[in-house]
């Protein structure tokens, strides 16, 4: 038992009809730390990610945040959750500032302080200028920045994002980069899933590997590397898809 947990997910199965997506996975997650969640397509990982972000429950097993059950308080969790899923959920005939809108009054924010933070996660996320375009005009990368936007407004304590850098251009890895380093310096906790996590591994504290719902590897990348032998994360996931 790791005593710096902040985020405890214990012994989680979860099937979809007789197929088991995740097989006792059990992680602890610290304060403040990126984590990094990998694996090649089909390991589990967005399975992992979405009951985290309460969307879905566990077969069997929790996971605790701050020592609060996801089963049974899942409404005060996602309070303190910002979580942005693989598929791009906006609607492109609106624009950006207009989505980001709709969000923040899911999230209850009203009047002068909603303006304000809708300006400020654009403006993060460097799509302030596009704010009145609409999403329909905007480059997937675009589209993939304004969706972390929107898991911002409600300023959450936990980032947990799925795949962020798939198929987005290099300014927007930039820009999702240099935020994912703005927002740990200022106490966020960071859960990124990714079958090929490329260039955020250098702001992965700790990783863990997933492969067929199964929990292979868990602490620093350099850890992992030594004990596996293995000279690189790519070199690993090879040896995962040969199996
Ligand atoms: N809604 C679903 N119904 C049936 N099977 C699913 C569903 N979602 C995921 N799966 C299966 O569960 C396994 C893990 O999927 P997923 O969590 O999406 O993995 P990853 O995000 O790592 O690619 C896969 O075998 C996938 O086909
Ligand atoms: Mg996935």
Same mark, same amino acid.
């Given at each position: 038992?790791?005593?710096?947990?902040?985020?405890?997910?214990?012994?989680?199965?979860?099937?979809?009809?007789?197929?088991?997506?995740?097989?006792?996975?059990?992680?602890?997650?610290? @304060? &403040? +730390?990126?984590?990094?969640?990998?694996?090649?397509?089909? =390991?589990?990982?967005?399975?992992?990610?979405?009951?985290? =972000?309460?969307?879905?429950?566990?077969?069997? &097993?929790?996971?605790?945040?701050?020592?609060?059950?996801?089963?049974?308080?899942?409404?005060?969790?996602?309070?303190?959750?910002?979580?942005?899923?693989?598929?791009?959920?906006?609607?492109?005939?609106?624009?950006?500032?207009?989505?980001?809108?709709?969000?923040?009054?899911?999230?209850?924010?009203?009047?002068?302080? /909603?303006?304000?933070?809708?300006?400020?996660?654009?403006?993060?996320? $460097?799509?302030?200028?596009?704010? @009145?375009?609409?999403?329909?005009?905007?480059?997937?990368?675009?589209? @993939?920045?304004?969706?972390?936007? =929107?898991?911002?407004?409600?300023?959450? +304590?936990?980032?947990?994002?799925?795949?962020?850098?798939? &198929?987005?251009?290099?300014?927007?890895?930039?820009?999702?980069?240099?935020?994912?380093?703005?927002? /740990?310096? $200022?106490?966020?906790?960071?859960?990124?899933?990714?079958?090929?996590?490329? +260039?955020?591994?250098?702001?992965?504290?700790?990783?863990?590997?997933?492969?067929?719902?199964?929990?292979?590897?868990?602490?620093?990348?350099?850890?992992?590397?030594?004990?596996? &032998?293995?000279?690189?994360?790519?070199?690993?996931?090879?040896?995962?898809?040969?199996?």
């Amino acid at each position: 038992m790791d005593t710096n947990s902040f985020i405890s997910v214990r012994d989680v199965t979860k099937k979809y009809r007789s197929r088991i997506a995740l097989d006792r996975v059990s992680i602890e997650v610290r @304060r &403040g +730390e990126v984590f990094g969640l990998i694996g090649p397509n089909g =390991a589990g990982k967005s399975t992992f990610i979405s009951m985290l =972000a309460t969307i879905n429950k566990p077969d069997s &097993g929790d996971i605790l945040v701050d020592g609060e059950s996801i089963v049974k308080t899942p409404g005060r969790i996602r309070e303190r959750i910002g979580y942005v899923p693989q598929e791009i959920a906006l609607y492109p005939m609106l624009s950006a500032y207009d989505n980001l809108d709709l969000w923040a009054g899911v999230y209850g924010l009203k009047g002068q302080q /909603k303006k304000q933070r809708i300006r400020a996660v654009l403006d993060y996320l $460097r799509l302030g200028d596009r704010s @009145r375009d609409r999403v329909a005009t905007f480059s997937g990368g675009m589209k @993939r920045r304004l969706n972390i936007a =929107a898991s911002l407004l409600h300023k959450p +304590e936990i980032l947990i994002m799925d795949e962020p850098t798939a &198929g987005v251009d290099i300014l927007s890895r930039t820009t999702i980069s240099e935020m994912i380093r703005s927002l /740990k310096n $200022r106490g966020c906790t960071i859960i990124i899933a990714s079958h090929y996590i490329d +260039e955020l591994e250098s702001l992965c504290d700790r990783v863990a590997i997933l492969n067929k719902g199964v929990l292979l590897h868990t602490g620093t990348l350099k850890g992992i590397l030594s004990k596996t &032998g293995t000279e690189s994360l790519e070199a690993l996931m090879l040896n995962l898809e040969e199996m």
